[in-house]
């Protein structure tokens, strides 16, 4: 028997880089928010470029995972992101809060 988990992807693009918004929505459903100056979330989080962020159900990060080092097309990277995002969506998520 499997169970749905609660995973829910979001996109947040850089502050400055409102030029792409268009194209990386067009035909596309994921929910994509614009950063600010003033709201500075990746400068809060310390993210990069292509970084995935999970977060808890409180919203806090759990980890950060780089698709640039950690390509998806390669299985291990694949299995380990999924891997992540089953514990992080699972009762009680492993926090790290490593780059990895």
Do not use: H
Request: hydrophobic share 45%.
């Amino acid at each position: 028997m499997s169970t749905a988990l609660a995973i829910r992807i979001s996109g947040i693009n850089a502050p400055e880089q409102e030029s792409g918004n268009a194209g990386m929505c067009a035909g596309r459903v994921l929910p994509w928010l614009q950063d600010t100056k003033a709201a500075n979330v990746w400068g809060r989080w310390q993210v990069d470029f292509r970084d995935v962020v999970v977060l808890d159900d409180e919203n806090k990060v759990v980890t950060i995972f780089n698709l640039t080092v950690n390509n998806l097309e390669k299985p291990a990277n694949y299995d380990s992101l999924r891997t992540i995002l089953i514990t992080a969506a699972g009762p009680t998520p492993a926090v790290t809060r490593a780059r990895r």
